[in-house]
């Protein structure tokens, strides 16, 4: 396997438009990374340039310490598993993940060889005499994924494989797509929109906005330290409470006021906030973060809130509440043996050891 590095990597199109801006990081040798970003960040237009699908306007691409610019896609060493399989309907299983092989007049022998051991990897042994159109999406996406571990390629990448899948099969091709990094010990650049996918398989993820690296880090980093508020509210279900608030002082500290509740800030960040005071800022706080106060761990006055209950979403496990706080309305991730009903008071406790707070103008994160 090998390391995949991108240095200032543009591409802009002849009408102008610019998709990627200034693209630089590496994915080390067996890592998993995950470019992760909305529809129309540029993700995908980055992971064909490594490819050699699309045409670098600017910049170097490096595989495996050689620079691949100008390397036609089938000299690269990789390879590729769309969002749609393309899989050749008349062809069975083996005939789909052997075709490559064949093209490039590998013997019958190894072919085979290399065939049975990825479909053993995979768990599609029975299913090699099979045509495509007799499997079911996870089956064909199995396939798609042998096809490309038939070639045994220094990088693997994925475009968005498991958009087709409904919700349990994903669930099921996440942890399997896990399994087969750590079994392989492959070098792979995944591209998803769904933060879930990313949070759970990367070793390193590339948040990507308006073809801008807006910030690269591990899942618990992005998570915990967003760098922006882009990155805060894109990562998380429900995303991150954003309140329009102001950093006052007041007895014993730093408050964070806004129009509907005043809660303190713990020590430990007034130091960053003290170019802040009586300014405002953006305080964020994600759902998980706030309780119901019947169920919460040591509550005091200084961290406690009231408002009223707007709707009540039961999951089973846990419940959203959506509570309006003056002039706010407040998402929740409560116990799911809250007593809350739609129309009436709660006290909600925030968490403030997990605060956030952005620059309003900048949208950077202060905390």
Not at 135 to 151: D, E
Not at 161 to 190: C, F, G, W
Not at 211 to 225: A, E, F, L
Not at 329 to 351: F, H, S, Y
């Amino acid at each position: 396997m090998a390391e995949v590095r991108l240095e200032h990597v543009w591409k802009i199109y002849d009408n102008g438009v610019e998709a990627v801006k200034d693209a630089t990081f590496t994915v080390e040798d067996k890592e998993f990374v995950v470019l992760l970003g909305p529809s129309g960040c540029g993700k995908t237009t980055t992971l064909r340039m490594i490819a050699g699908l699309e045409e670098i306007t600017k910049g170097t691409i490096y595989i495996d310490g050689k620079v691949v610019n100008d390397v036609e896609p089938k000299d690269r060493d990789i390879a590729m598993v769309f969002q749609n399989y393309a899989l050749y309907p008349h062809m069975t299983v083996y005939e789909n993940m052997a075709f490559g092989l064949r093209l490039r007049k590998f013997p019958k022998a190894e072919i085979d060889k290399r065939v049975k051991e990825a479909a053993r990897i995979l768990g599609i042994e029975n299913l090699l005499d099979r045509k495509p159109r007799q499997l079911s999406g996870g089956q064909r996406q199995r396939v798609a994924v042998g096809r490309a571990i038939v070639r045994n390629p220094k990088v693997f990448l994925f475009d968005e494989p498991l958009s087709n899948l409904d919700a349990k099969l994903r669930v099921q091709m996440r942890a399997e797509l896990k399994k087969l990094h750590h079994r392989l010990e492959a070098t792979i650049v995944y591209v998803t929109h769904d933060q879930v996918e990313a949070m759970t398989m990367a070793n390193k993820i590339v948040v990507i906005k308006d073809g801008v690296i807006q910030q690269i880090g591990d899942p618990h980093t992005i998570y915990n330290k967003p760098a922006n508020k882009f990155v805060a509210g894109f990562i998380g279900s429900p995303p991150m409470n954003f309140i329009n608030a102001k950093i006052i002082r007041g007895e014993g500290g730093l408050w964070v006021q806004t129009s509907g509740f005043k809660v303190k800030v713990p020590k430990e960040y007034e130091d960053a906030l003290a170019d802040y005071i009586d300014k405002d800022v953006t305080f964020g706080i994600r759902p998980e973060n706030i309780y119901d106060k019947m169920f919460a761990y040591a509550p005091t006055p200084e961290n406690t809130i009231t408002g009223m209950v707007d709707v009540v979403e039961p999951l089973g496990s846990e419940t959203i509440l959506h509570v309006k706080v003056g002039d706010d309305l407040i998402t929740a991730k409560v116990d799911p043996k809250t007593k809350a009903q739609e129309g009436q008071n709660i006290d909600l406790v925030l968490d403030m050891e997990r605060m956030h707070v952005f620059d309003p103008e900048t949208e950077k994160a202060v905390i």
